[in-house]
């Protein structure tokens, strides 16, 4: 490899993805190593991240704030397609990557670099998501991975790092992995990998425990137009805001925790923490609209092809055909889906209280009433009756004679 090659690295500015610099440099031999650091509502100062990057021996050493692209494109759609991997997990991290990955890709593209490179281990979910992304987008492109090279411990990474002038981290260390953006944190290792453990409280930040939220409750109201959510409480609202809106009111009264054994796509099962109070009061809400508005063979289909896009997502395949083809289905599912739907919060609760369509309810109060003014023809049920449960009474008939 050349000196003269480039190479464009997701950079977060934590140990291992500035250990990632000087090893590319000098195992690589790559000289030119541009990082890239995007901001998705992580909170963290983007500065000083972009310096750290230079002080590590980066060429250059970029930042993007890619908030509004991640909840519009990424978040958004995922609440139309209530998104839960195995049932539970809002796919907070993984909606994250393929982000991150095309603007890797474009990066690469806009600088002539042959490579791109990530920080993630070789027994996580993330390189299969960046990878898969990077692959989809330009096959040309060469991925480089360091920490699937290296086997160095976070202690020896700490020593290599201050070998080529990267400051040791000055605070305590924390024995946990922790990811967070603008959707919520994922929380592993250290004392959570003993599935027989409660979490201790200290790995919780954006999420009140039971004991410390209102011990009032709080009733509110999410407004959605074709799936999209759109206001709370009547207040019209950016995506960005009514994001951090639905993670202020949720997380204040103790909802949105999750503590899962999840099966990650190299087949290993790992402990996961999740705090997503704002995207999980999104999604039961939107649910909750949708069996209002949506035909009982709609939403049965709907709720097994939404299975089947959370693990595309999970697994790396956000750019697909088939992806692409169950996005075409959800957004046909998604133009009557309009409406508001009460949520009382309380005590780690999120109760629906209450739902109504704008345009496309299919509860009809006069067919569905049992009072005077019910439509209902109850003389038709017989011969439906009769007719739904012809061949078991055939069955029925034909067994009774052995």
């Not at 330009?138 to 080529?164: C, D, H």
């Not at 924390?174 to 409280?201: C, K, M, Q, T, V």
């Not at 103790?254 to 899962?260: K, L, N, S, T, Y």
Request: proline share 5%; aromatic share 8%; charged share 25%.
């Amino acid at each position: 490899m050349g000196n003269s090659r480039k190479v464009i690295l997701a950079y977060s500015g934590g140990v291992d993805t500035s250990a990632c610099i000087p090893f590319l440099k000098n195992e690589y031999q790559i000289e030119d190593v541009i990082a890239f650091a995007a901001d998705l509502g992580q909170g963290e100062e983007l500065e000083p991240i972009r310096k750290k990057a230079l002080l590590a021996g980066a060429s250059e050493s970029l930042v993007e704030d890619l908030i509004e692209p991640f909840i519009r494109d990424f978040a958004f759609p995922a609440i139309r397609a209530n998104a839960l991997y195995e049932g539970k997990y809002p796919l907070s991290t993984a909606l994250a990557r393929p982000l991150i990955a095309s603007r890797l890709v474009n990066l690469a593209l806009e600088r002539n670099a042959e490579f791109v490179a990530h920080g993630c281990t070789g027994k996580g979910n993330d390189q299969v998501r960046f990878d898969l992304a990077i692959a989809s987008l330009a096959p040309q492109l060469k991925i480089l991975s360091p920490a699937r090279k290296w086997s160095m411990s976070r202690e020896e990474l700490i020593v290599y790092g201050e070998k080529y002038g990267i400051p040791a981290p000055v605070s305590k260390k924390s024995p946990y992995s922790i990811d967070l953006n603008l959707l919520g944190r994922s929380i592993e290792a250290g004392s959570l990998e003993d599935p027989f453990i409660a979490p201790p409280e200290e790995v919780f930040q954006l999420i009140s425990s039971i004991e410390e939220s209102p011990e009032e409750s709080q009733e509110i109201e999410i407004s959605f137009e074709k799936g999209y959510p759109v206001s709370i409480d009547g207040k019209a609202l950016e995506p960005v805001l009514l994001l951090r809106t639905a993670n202020s009111l949720a997380g204040k009264h103790g909802f949105g925790r999750i503590d899962m054994i999840e099966n990650r796509v190299v087949g290993i099962k790992s402990r996961e923490i999740y705090e997503s109070p704002g995207l999980l009061l999104l999604i039961k809400c939107h649910q909750e609209l949708e069996s209002l508005t949506l035909s009982a063979d709609v939403l049965r289909t709907k709720s097994q092809l939404e299975r089947q896009w959370s693990d595309l997502v999970y697994q790396g395949f956000w750019f697909s055909p088939l992806k692409n083809a169950l996005d075409s289905f959800i957004d046909s599912t998604q133009e009557d889906v309009n409406g508001t739907v009460k949520v009382k919060l309380h005590k780690g609760n999120a109760i629906i209280t209450g739902r109504k369509s704008s345009s496309n309810s299919l509860y009809v109060s006069d067919i569905s009433t049992y009072g005077a003014e019910d439509k209902f023809d109850h003389s038709s049920a017989e011969g439906f009756i009769y007719i739904w449960g012809l061949a078991n009474r055939l069955w029925a008939s034909v067994t009774s004679k052995k």
